[in-house]
């Protein structure tokens, strides 16, 4: 095999209920990840020593990718690549960075899956527990659709969602740290719940098919703190909403806004709206969307 290229998909959190913080630091997650059709594409080819390559779609500034072992995907080839010489890995970033969409997780899995493909010779291993290893969100990326997060989010469960969900997606131009929205949730909610919120009424609204029903029930207890460290946060989310659509959320720790829409009509009607005068890249996108897998014929 001279190389493969992976696909992998943005996560948004139809709930986000959040628990008080662990001894280890993390807080306790009860969620509903939702897989949406924003996607980086990452090409991995065998070569003679390692090099990293990140190009990125409009609208994403290359600076913000997380340089040295910062950056995910170097950390996930560092745990994989004993078995290659090196490795040229080229990722095309349409996942907006720092914008709570597991972009950075995202290309986690997917170079966890490319370097499990190139090296077919090596031991047997369960890479959702090396995910987990790297990162919370990581798991669910390989997984994609949509499943309930437990533990640390780690947990991953896949759950039916035969229907598909229209999203306006607005990225802000300059992301939030997920460590800093967390700190600033311990902040705000210094009584929060040893269990987090359970996520029953989205699962529900889930079965229905019906929009109206899952913007009711959609949650996040991070939106709180996002807004407070963002305050435009609130304008855009009053924005979205009157613009028609169904209803406004932060996505996991933010500052990207996901709107979810009656049809596609509706989304692009709403991405036209506030794209017309509001931040410069305004995305529509179904979900849910496939997990991590290997686009067929390519490179
Ligand atoms: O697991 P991951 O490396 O993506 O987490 C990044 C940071 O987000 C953690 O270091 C922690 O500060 C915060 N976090 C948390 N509780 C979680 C997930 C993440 O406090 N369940």
């Not at 948004?12 to 993390?26: C, K, M, S």
């Not at 029953?200 to 996002?226: E, S």
Request: charged share 15%; proline share 9%; net charge negative.
């Amino acid at each position: 095999m001279s190389g493969v290229h992976i696909r992998v998909p943005a996560k948004i959190n139809l709930h986000l209920g959040v628990g008080a913080a662990r001894e280890d630091g993390f807080h306790p997650l009860a969620t509903v990840y939702h897989a949406i059709g924003i996607h980086d594409d990452l090409i991995a080819t065998p070569a003679s020593r390692w090099r990293l390559e990140t190009v990125t779609a409009a609208g994403i500034d290359p600076a913000d990718v997380p340089a040295g072992k910062d950056n995910l995907v170097t950390r996930a080839a560092r745990l994989l690549h004993a078995h290659l010489p090196g490795l040229h890995v080229r990722i095309e970033k349409a996942i907006p960075i720092a914008g709570g969409l597991a972009g950075g997780s995202a290309d986690a899995a997917a170079a966890l899956l490319a370097l499990d493909l190139l090296a077919p010779g090596c031991p047997p291993r369960d890479l959702s527990l090396l995910a987990a290893e790297l990162g919370s969100d990581i798991p669910f990326a390989l997984v994609g659709g949509t499943a309930i997060g437990t533990g640390r989010g780690e947990v991953v469960a896949p759950v039916p969602d035969p229907h598909t969900w229209w999203w306006t997606v607005v990225p802000a131009a300059v992301g939030l740290s997920t460590p800093e929205v967390y700190r600033h949730f311990d902040r705000l909610h210094p009584d929060a719940p040893a269990v987090p919120a359970p996520a029953d009424r989205v699962l529900a609204a889930l079965a229905t098919g019906d929009p109206r029903t899952l913007a009711a029930a959609l949650h996040n207890d991070l939106q709180t703190a996002a807004v407070d460290l963002r305050p435009e946060l609130a304008t855009l989310l009053a924005r979205g909403e009157a613009e028609g659509a169904l209803r406004g959320l932060v996505s996991g720790s933010g500052p990207t806004c996901v709107f979810l829409c009656e049809s596609r009509d509706a989304a692009v009607a709403v991405a036209d709206a506030i794209g017309g005068s509001g931040p410069a890249r305004v995305l529509v996108a179904a979900g849910p969307a496939r997990g991590a897998h290997q686009v067929v014929g390519a490179p």
